[in-house]
């Protein structure tokens, strides 16, 4: 199968397991070859996680879509990703909201996404280097957080970089096993949903994993 037929394949699938088209048109736009290793060109459209180096991964396509539709974003909304990896849902998330604001803890990544995405085009993302707070308070407050990389329990830093009705999805639990959690901020007390089993690289920092 080439590259071509791997990607329609790959779009079948998500229109078919993805509610939200939007979220799938965007995927639609993304050129996830663009974001892999000269290596893994040709598995640019399976749907797993792939190697970028650095003992980091380029999340499932699916994942990413699943994490991605039940932040339910709008157009007009600035949305905060950690783990930029390659830049891949950044560009997604970019497609969708207003302005994406991406962190990256391995400098090496942070740069070649932040090449990959301006060679593409996309003007309302910022890359950042993440510090050893967790998240990018600077930009505070965000009306969506998304999390590519897996904590023991949600970061109150994060919430607190939330807008009130703000949405976090972010993998919980241990090193090697994770639920995929969506927490929506309210005055009444958080609503937590639980969306399922998943696996990510430990997310680092004060309030997740030490190094």
């Given at each position: 199968?080439?590259?071509?037929?791997?990607?329609?394949?790959?779009?079948?699938?998500?229109?078919?397991?993805?509610?939200?088209?939007?979220?799938?048109?965007?995927?639609?736009?993304?050129?996830?070859?663009?974001?892999?290793?000269?290596?893994?060109?040709?598995?640019?459209?399976?749907?797993r996680p792939l190697s970028i180096g650095f003992g980091q991964t380029i999340s499932q396509?699916?994942?990413?879509?699943?994490?991605?539709?039940?932040?339910?974003?709008?157009?007009?909304?600035?949305?905060?990703?950690?783990?930029?990896?390659?830049?891949?849902?950044?560009?997604?998330?970019?497609?969708?909201?207003?302005?994406?604001?991406?962190?990256?803890?391995?400098?090496?990544?942070?740069?070649?996404?932040?090449?990959?995405?301006?060679?593409?085009?996309?003007?309302?993302?910022?890359?950042?280097?993440?510090?050893?707070?967790?998240?990018?308070?600077?930009?505070?407050?965000?009306?969506?957080?998304?999390?590519?990389?897996?904590?023991?329990?949600?970061?109150?830093?994060?919430?607190?970089?939330?807008?009130?009705?703000?949405?976090?999805?972010i993998p919980v639990g241990s090193r090697w096993q994770q639920e995929l959690i969506r927490?929506?901020?309210?005055?009444?007390?958080?609503?937590?949903?639980?969306?399922?089993?998943?696996?990510?690289?430990?997310?680092?920092?004060?309030?997740?994993?030490?190094?």
């Amino acid at each position: 199968m080439d590259l071509e037929q791997a990607r329609q394949s790959l779009l079948r699938y998500l229109d078919r397991e993805i509610a939200d088209n939007r979220v799938v048109d965007a995927m639609r736009r993304v050129p996830r070859e663009a974001f892999v290793l000269r290596e893994q060109y040709h598995a640019a459209y399976d749907d797993r996680p792939l190697s970028i180096g650095f003992g980091q991964t380029i999340s499932q396509p699916f994942i990413v879509a699943l994490m991605v539709q039940v932040l339910e974003l709008r157009e007009d909304e600035k949305v905060l990703e950690l783990g930029t990896g390659s830049g891949y849902e950044a560009a997604i998330l970019a497609e969708l909201a207003q302005k994406v604001i991406t962190v990256e803890c391995i400098p090496e990544l942070a740069k070649s996404a932040r090449q990959v995405l301006d060679k593409l085009g996309y003007s309302n993302i910022e890359v950042h280097v993440a510090g050893r707070t967790l998240g990018w308070p600077e930009g505070a407050p965000y009306d969506a957080i998304i999390v590519s990389a897996g904590a023991p329990t949600v970061p109150q830093v994060l919430l607190e970089q939330l807008t009130w009705n703000g949405r976090l999805v972010i993998p919980v639990g241990s090193r090697w096993q994770q639920e995929l959690i969506r927490v929506t901020k309210l005055r009444k007390g958080n609503e937590i949903e639980n969306l399922g089993g998943c696996y990510f690289v430990p997310l680092i920092g004060e309030g997740a994993w030490e190094e």
